[in-house]
């Protein structure tokens, strides 16, 4: 079995691999721009770039929302609806 460590939310002691930066349930919280961010980034084995540092602590601001509110942060959109399209 590869070697394994622990997901990178605050408290969970899930075991994943070295290659992932969190389990599926919190990888399943994030915005598919966030994790984006974090798999352009995540370098394993190597140190981390200011860029990553970034982007992991907004994913686990990320988390932290989801697990108090029970829901994504609202996306921000730039644009107005049109309701009379």
């Given at each position: 079995m590869p070697h394994q460590v622990e997901c990178h939310a605050i408290g969970c002691?899930?075991?994943?691999?070295?290659t992932q930066v969190?389990?599926?349930?919190?990888l399943a919280m994030l915005e598919s721009d966030t994790r984006r961010v974090l798999d352009a980034t995540f370098r394993p084995g190597k140190p981390t770039s200011k860029k990553f540092d970034v982007a992991l602590a907004f994913a686990m601001n990320e988390?932290?929302?989801f697990q108090t509110?029970?829901?994504r942060?609202?996306?921000?959109?730039d644009?107005?609806?049109d309701d009379n399209a």
């Open positions: 002691r899930a075991l994943i691999l070295p969190f389990c599926d349930k919190h988390i932290l929302f509110n029970g829901h942060l609202p996306v921000n959109r644009f107005e609806w």
